[in-house]
């Protein structure tokens, strides 16, 4: 089945940096790469998504970059500020395509 | 518009008790609906996922059971809990086009095995 790893699972950045959180996924027929930030005591909430024929999305500061061949994908946050500050997830379809698999999370901490 | 509901918010239960909570979704018809795990450093670890009623499959054996006795109600169960069952569970439903849609979580309940 799919297997998500994502990396690292805590970042530290200054206020005003950018911030990149990799995921790699093994399933080779995955096709939809969403990610989901979620605040302290809150639910995951999906951020930005990009399916496998584009291989870059932008959405004002974020943006997620795809690579089918190598099988990775990245979240970008540019000019971080501290409402950044939150676990973001990364994931991936099932084989079956009827579930996401989410990688374990990377803690993302922005000091001002 | 689509809301989903997600019941109790926190848990404390004692070993070998059984559990039940309840996840129900309304504004939208068929929807696929998921239970997921959240442990300290393991991430979101999918449980349990259902594309219809009656129609449950799971990604990890363990302790608990899914039900779907209606289109828009998910339940999540256990006849004995174990300490290991501790954690945060979060239902979430997305539209039947699955993955190529939004996933909905609900607010989570907060289960403390004692």
């Known amino acids: 089945g799919e297997n998500v790893e994502q990396h690292p699972s805590t970042l530290s950045v200054q206020e005003g940096d950018s911030a990149v959180i990799k995921c790699t996924y093994s399933?080779?027929?995955?096709?939809?790469f969403p990610w989901y930030k979620q605040e302290l005591g809150k639910r995951p909430q999906l951020i930005i998504d990009i399916r496998s024929n584009v291989g870059e999305k932008k959405d004002q500061r974020i943006a997620v970059t795809l690579n089918k061949t190598a099988k990775h994908f990245s979240l970008h946050i540019t000019e971080t500020q501290p409402e950044d500050s939150a676990v973001y997830f990364c994931?991936?379809?099932?084989?079956?395509?009827?579930?996401?698999?989410f990688g374990k999370g990377t803690t993302l901490s922005v000091s001002s | 518009s689509q809301t989903i509901h997600q019941w109790p918010a926190t848990l404390v239960q004692p070993v070998g008790s059984p559990l039940s909570l309840e996840c129900t979704v309304e504004?939208?018809?068929?929807?696929?609906l998921y239970w997921y795990r959240q442990a300290a450093g393991r991430g979101l670890q999918l449980l349990f996922y259902s594309v219809g009623i009656g129609q449950i499959s799971s990604e990890v054996p363990q302790n608990l059971s899914a039900s779907r006795p209606q289109d828009r109600q998910f339940i999540l169960s256990s006849k004995k809990l174990l300490l290991s069952d501790s954690g945060f569970y979060l239902c979430?439903?997305?539209?039947?086009?699955?993955?190529?849609?939004?996933?909905?979580f609900g607010q989570g309940t907060r289960l403390t095995v004692v």
């Open positions: 994931a991936a379809p099932n084989q079956a395509g009827t579930a996401l698999i």
């Open positions: 399933d080779s027929a995955s096709n939809y």
């Open positions: 979430a439903w997305t539209g039947q086009e699955y993955m190529n849609t939004e996933a909905f």
């Open positions: 504004g939208t018809s068929n929807p696929n």
